[in-house]
């Protein structure tokens, strides 16, 4: 059973290996290449990551959320747009070093319209690779393809925002069924939680608080209202 549930939780990690056990079994050859390419990137991996997780780490501890909301958030409007857009043109490393830092962005209040936008321009408008695109294919072939990759990346990201919500993105749905934290620097009283979902949130001093509740159902709906509508974006 155990075994069963690990599988579940890692499937495709499982897959990988299917395939793999089924390459060397089928085409020997070609299951030592796949296997050789694998380890280059995986030693590529364990030496950028480490780098990325201590650079997203000190930018999470060093970087007022207020900043980030303000620059990426829901509300940063075309400027968090631009912000973002040059974000991913002028970061270094292969788009996987990207999640991480997504992923702080996101948890520190970024929407998912600039994330959409970070992930995108950093796979394929990165400075360096402009650069090299107009050396070897022409500054007219780059301009171009630049400009209609610009459009699709904002047409994209647009779409993305209005059939993704950050509820249904695992590891903020996980945070929710674990409890709620509701940062008191950042909460300014205006008591929208409380109005919103006063079965969890009440005003004390001032300040928002959350009885311990059993977040499912109705509730854990309610209590995602609240979370996008809180203005300092106090509650996680």
Same mark, same amino acid.
């Given at each position: 059973?155990?075994?069963?549930?690990?599988?579940?939780?890692?499937?495709?990690?499982?897959?990988?290996?299917?395939?793999?056990?089924?390459?060397?079994?089928?085409?020997?050859?070609?299951?030592?290449?796949?296997?050789?390419?694998?380890?280059?990137?995986?030693?590529?991996?364990?030496?950028? !990551?480490?780098?990325?997780?201590?650079?997203?780490?000190?930018?999470?501890?060093?970087?007022?959320?207020?900043?980030?909301? /303000?620059?990426?958030?829901?509300?940063?409007?075309?400027?968090?747009?631009?912000?973002?857009?040059?974000?991913?043109?002028?970061?270094?490393?292969?788009?996987?070093?990207?999640?991480?830092?997504?992923? !702080?962005?996101?948890?520190?209040?970024?929407?998912?319209? /600039?994330? @959409?936008?970070?992930?995108?321009?950093? @796979?394929?408008?990165?400075?360096?690779?402009?650069?090299?695109? @107009?050396?070897?294919?022409?500054?007219?072939?780059?301009?171009?393809?630049?400009?209609?990759?610009?459009?699709?990346?904002?047409?994209?990201?647009?779409?993305?925002?209005?059939?993704?919500?950050?509820?249904?993105?695992?590891?903020?749905?996980?945070?929710?069924?674990?409890?709620?934290?509701?940062?008191?620097?950042?909460?300014?009283?205006?008591?929208?939680?409380?109005?919103?979902?006063?079965?969890?949130?009440?005003?004390?001093?001032?300040?928002?608080?959350?009885?311990?509740?059993?977040?499912?159902?109705?509730? @854990?709906?309610?209590? /995602?209202?609240?979370?996008?509508?809180?203005?300092?974006?106090?509650?996680?």
């Amino acid at each position: 059973m155990k075994l069963v549930e690990k599988i579940k939780k890692n499937r495709l990690l499982s897959v990988v290996i299917v395939v793999y056990l089924l390459l060397f079994i089928t085409i020997p050859d070609k299951a030592i290449v796949a296997i050789s390419n694998s380890i280059y990137y995986v030693l590529e991996m364990i030496m950028i !990551m480490p780098v990325i997780f201590i650079l997203t780490s000190l930018t999470e501890a060093w970087v007022p959320k207020e900043v980030i909301i /303000n620059s990426f958030g829901e509300k940063s409007g075309f400027k968090g747009n631009v912000f973002a857009f040059l974000l991913g043109s002028f970061s270094a490393g292969p788009i996987y070093a990207a999640f991480p830092v997504c992923k !702080m962005l996101m948890e520190k209040g970024a929407s998912i319209a /600039n994330i @959409a936008i970070v992930l995108s321009a950093w @796979a394929v408008i990165k400075v360096p690779m402009l650069a090299n695109e @107009a050396k070897f294919l022409g500054t007219r072939f780059m301009a171009i393809r630049w400009v209609l990759t610009t459009i699709s990346i904002i047409i994209m990201a647009y779409l993305i925002s209005k059939f993704v919500n950050k509820e249904d993105i695992p590891e903020v749905e996980g945070r929710i069924k674990e409890g709620i934290s509701i940062n008191k620097d950042y909460c300014i009283g205006c008591g929208m939680c409380a109005k919103i979902c006063p079965n969890v949130f009440y005003m004390e001093d001032k300040k928002a608080k959350a009885r311990s509740e059993a977040l499912t159902g109705l509730v @854990a709906d309610k209590i /995602n209202e609240a979370i996008q509508a809180c203005p300092a974006k106090a509650i996680s």
